[in-house]
């Protein structure tokens, strides 16, 4: 996983096999799962408390840099509020 989105992915995926009634996860595995996920969601908050002290704008973590859709000129970037 290389970005917010993907995590969010993977977890809504574990929370599909543990309600799998036929061939549930292992409820270890879930919590393994759960607390690496955790992790990232705290270098995560490190990453936006980092972007406010130094007045950046952007996080490849958070929100990857995606190409603009065909004839889309420009898109309005906004600062974090400190």
Do not use: C
């Not at 936006?48 to 065909?70: H, M, N, R, W």
């Amino acid at each position: 996983m290389s970005t917010m989105a993907e995590l969010r992915a993977a977890l809504m995926g574990t929370l599909g096999d543990l309600r799998n009634r036929e061939n549930p996860m292992d409820v270890d595995r879930a919590k393994a799962v759960a607390q690496v996920a955790g992790v990232l969601v705290e270098t995560a908050k490190v990453e936006v408390d980092y972007l406010k002290a130094t007045g950046g704008v952007k996080s490849e973590f958070i929100e990857p840099e995606q190409p603009l859709p065909a004839g889309v000129l420009g898109i309005r970037q906004h600062r974090l509020k400190g």
